[in-house]
């Protein structure tokens, strides 16, 4: 439905139960054009409240909060704010999580950070391949998307030297870019006792069948975790909607030091407290584990241009969706 037959619906609807019909329906075309805070959403159940009573005039619509409501709509600062529509009902309940302001995608800074170095490569893969290669090529795509609808400003961010101490580098140099949103691109493997030998092209190799999936990561130490987690899960609702399914082994003990509590059991998203990159980061972060490549069968799918369309084409979506909250109830204009 287009956004002008969207907001004539609702007024019409509206209509049935207030006589005066042009100033209701004036005031749903204002909720649904502008984000509204938390702390405002309140007065427009005290609107529906007081139709159903015919008793108290509607005048206490045009009051002050409507002043204060205008201007926080159109203040530069960068806060968390949420949707209204006709009641917290009427919308998907993920949709109603903090999410970022409006943003303008030509301004708007992605860092995509290439998970690993080409001196330290991460996992190695059931058929011998280096989990940074893996990294690398997915982040690219994912950028080629981003620029292609209008995020101009998104960073390749490539660090050297060994893991842990990139780790630090690679926060520094976020900050540096002065990123709006980070996102850490990986290639899952699994814990080494759940690894068995093969060889593939007569070389030894080791694979797990056992597990396969995405999985995102947040940390709720990092200062924005609200607004991570808010894009967290529309990643892992957008990769949802493309058929993928997500890792589940990451809550079962068996994984010992690697079991993360699971946030939300419908996209895959996982806390990962400690993690420096999410922890240290300055703007709101996160980690996709995209697949993994331990296993043989996801390998393949994993090294597919079909499956790399797939999840970086959801990532784009998630992130339109995070930088401009409305396009994924209207759709575009």
């Not at 529906?48 to 409501?69: D, E, G, N, Q, W």
């Amino acid at each position: 439905m287009k956004r002008c037959e969207f907001i004539c619906v609702l007024g019409g609807f509206v209509a049935g139960f207030w006589p005066r019909r042009r100033s209701i329906t004036v005031a749903i075309a204002a909720l649904v054009l502008l984000p509204i805070e938390v702390s405002d959403a309140g007065w427009l159940s005290d609107v529906f409240k007081s139709s159903s009573k015919h008793t108290k005039s509607p005048k206490h619509v045009t009051s002050a909060k409507r002043v204060t409501l205008a201007r926080r709509a159109t203040s530069p600062k960068p806060h968390a704010v949420r949707l209204a529509a006709l009641g917290a009902g009427a919308l998907n309940p993920s949709a109603l999580k903090p999410v970022a302001t409006m943003c303008d995608p030509s301004k708007f800074r992605v860092v995509l950070d290439v998970g690993h170095t080409a001196e330290s490569e991460g996992a190695i893969s059931a058929r011998n391949v280096a989990e940074f290669v893996f990294n690398l090529r997915l982040a690219q795509r994912i950028e080629e998307k981003l620029k292609a609808e209008g995020f101009a400003e998104t960073r390749l961010l490539l660090t050297e030297g060994k893991a842990r101490p990139s780790l630090v580098k690679r926060v520094a140099a976020a900050s540096n870019l002065r990123a709006d949103l980070f996102l850490s691109i990986h290639h899952d493997s699994v814990p080494n006792k759940f690894l068995e030998d093969w060889e593939f092209e007569g070389k030894k190799s080791h694979f797990s069948d056992r597990f396969s999936g995405y999985s995102v990561f947040v940390s709720r130490n990092n200062p924005d975790f609200k607004t991570s987690l808010s894009f967290a899960e529309l990643v892992g609702k957008e990769l949802k909607a493309q058929g993928l399914l997500y890792a589940q082994q990451y809550t079962r003990p068996v994984m010992g030091r690697y079991q993360h509590p699971l946030l939300n059991k419908e996209t895959g998203v996982y806390s990962y407290d400690q993690l420096v990159v999410l922890r240290k980061a300055r703007m709101p972060a996160i980690l996709l584990e995209a697949g993994s490549i331990i296993n043989r069968d996801e390998e393949l799918k994993m090294d597919s241009p079909e499956r790399q369309n797939i999840i970086s084409s959801g990532v784009t979506a998630a992130v339109k969706e995070f930088c401009e909250p409305r396009w994924a109830i209207l759709g575009p204009l």
